[in-house]
């Protein structure tokens, strides 16, 4: 019988691991044809998130759950690449613990995959438009802007990779893996699933906006050095200005009768200029801080203790 991982990061999620067990179960024993590892990441939760998996989800006939517990929160992303790293199935999917990635969808993926598909992806249906999707659809719109890999808008961390995928997965060793842009990289036939998102089942989203806008800069940076020549293409355009500018004023100089030396377009000048300096500095500087974080090669995740249930 092939086996399946699916691999699930859980922050504080005491209230929804058990009941995503229990849907994940039915859907197996429906299923009956595949066995299921069901692996939770504990990304360092304060709450019963482990107590919970250790002692609610017991080996059901076609699942087995196991339990990944971080030695504190490395982020959402590192947990994942944790439980893709530890999964053993021929074939693992990722998915949140909070039940709005449906469980029932993992036998459509079963089924493509079976069909030869050798990753297949979810893209979230906008229907109902709140601030948080008018913010994720930004950021697609953004990173597709600045960078060469295309990503699907309202694509997540919610897909299959085959055992062949992940294996290769494996040997993209770099610090702050942005999973949702590199897999598009892999290649491999890849397919799409649409769905609709369910509402959280219990709890608050674990996503500070500043953990959001620390992922945006981490996809564009990750997959893109285009940022780096805007500032080479905005440090251009201000010396055109400034270019356009020097002719004016000699032109004033010579021909005009009255020149008033200006105080505000000095200043006007200036500014721009320290504010376009700052900008480009800045960009130089997220990118400086990418390499030295990747010339440390610290560890993505430390585990304190494997459980099977
Ligand atoms: N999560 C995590 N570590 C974090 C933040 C979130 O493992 O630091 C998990 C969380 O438990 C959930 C998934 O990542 O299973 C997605 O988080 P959430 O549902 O809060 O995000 P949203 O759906 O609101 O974008
Ligand atoms: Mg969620």
Request: charged content about 20%; aromatic content about 12%.
């Amino acid at each position: 019988m092939k086996k399946v991982s699916i691999v699930v990061p859980a922050y504080n999620e005491s209230e929804n691991v058990q009941e995503l067990y229990l849907r994940l179960s039915a859907v197996f024993e429906k299923l009956g044809t595949h066995a299921c590892e069901l692996i939770f990441v504990d990304d360092g939760s304060s709450d019963k998130t482990f107590e919970t998996i250790q002692t609610k989800c017991p080996r059901t006939k076609f699942l087995e759950c196991v339990g990944i517990k971080l030695t504190r929160n490395f982020g959402h992303q590192n947990a994942l690449r944790a439980g893709i790293e530890f999964a053993t199935g021929d074939a693992v999917i990722t998915m949140d613990s909070d039940l709005q990635h449906p469980p029932e969808l993992v036998s459509e993926f079963i089924s493509k995959w079976e069909s030869g598909v050798k990753i297949v992806h979810t893209i979230r249906s906008y229907h109902q438009v709140n601030f948080k999707q008018l913010t994720s659809l930004f950021f697609y719109k953004m990173i597709n802007f600045l960078s060469p890999t295309f990503i699907y808008p309202g694509i997540a961390d919610f897909r299959l990779l085959d055992r062949d995928v992940v294996e290769n997965l494996k040997r993209f060793k770099e610090y702050d893996l942005f999973l949702r842009g590199i897999v598009q990289t892999l290649g491999y036939r890849q397919e799409y699933i649409k769905y609709e998102a369910a509402e959280r089942f219990k709890g608050e989203t674990k996503f500070t906006p500043l953990k959001m806008v620390k992922l945006a800069l981490t996809g564009v940076t990750s997959l893109s050095t285009i940022p780096l020549y805007f500032a080479i293409v905005t440090g251009f355009a201000v010396i055109l200005l400034g270019m356009l500018y020097l002719v004016y004023i000699l032109y004033a100089k010579f021909f005009l009768s009255s020149v008033i030396p200006g105080w505000s377009s000095v200043m006007s000048v200036v500014l721009l200029i320290g504010g376009v300096q700052m900008l480009i500095l800045g960009i130089i500087g997220i990118y400086i801080s990418r390499i030295f974080w990747e010339i440390k090669s610290r560890p993505a995740y430390l585990i304190e203790q494997v459980v099977r249930c």
